[in-house]
């Protein structure tokens, strides 16, 4: 059984797994909206990621008997003033994440629930990734700087990011 504080603080990680997805979807959407195509399409590749970090959340409490409670999301943002502004917002929004995390983790050990302390190891591992993910799009952004040409290279190379299954066949419940 998954204890009540871990569960409403889990319930709580779906919330902003969600909205990251949502966030990330809004993203895309502007980056449409400027002919940025190869971006809107790393954009939607991490929403479907983010909605497999919620799933993951979902079927943790789940599994162990808990209560899974939905909670309301927030309108993202919709513009940026760049291309690179919107990855900035992205990489603000993963440290966000990162801490969240940190924070279930700490919890975890508090309450010696070790079930929630190897499931959320997966998630410390994840946001090293996610962080370096975005961090190295917006270095690759500060070097092309306002260059058409450039910022059409990045995106052209951003665009061939696919979408993996949003959880392993062996976690989907």
């Given amino acids: 059984m998954i204890g009540k504080r871990m569960q409403d603080v889990m319930n709580e990680q779906i919330k902003h797994e969600t909205f990251s997805a949502y966030l990330y979807f809004s993203m895309a959407a502007y980056f449409h909206s400027k002919s940025l195509d190869g971006m809107a399409q790393w954009m939607k590749a991490q929403a479907q990621e983010e909605f497999g970090h919620a799933l993951r959340f979902f079927n943790h409490i789940n599994d162990r008997g808990g209560l899974i409670e939905l909670q309301a999301l927030d309108k993202p943002q919709t513009e940026w003033e760049s291309p690179i502004a919107a990855f900035k917002a992205a990489l603000e929004h993963e440290v966000f994440i990162t801490g969240k995390i940190n924070d279930l983790a700490k919890l975890a050990d508090e309450e010696n629930d070790r079930a929630a302390g190897i499931m959320l190891q997966w998630f410390v591992t994840e946001q ?26 990045a995106d052209r190379e951003l665009g061939q990011r696919i979408a993996g299954p949003i959880l392993p066949p062996e976690e989907e419940a």
Avoid: A, C, P, Q
């Fill in 128 to 153: 090293v990734e996610e962080e370096d993910s975005v961090s190295t799009v917006i270095d690759m952004l500060e070097l092309v700087g306002d260059s058409g040409h450039g910022i059409l290279m």
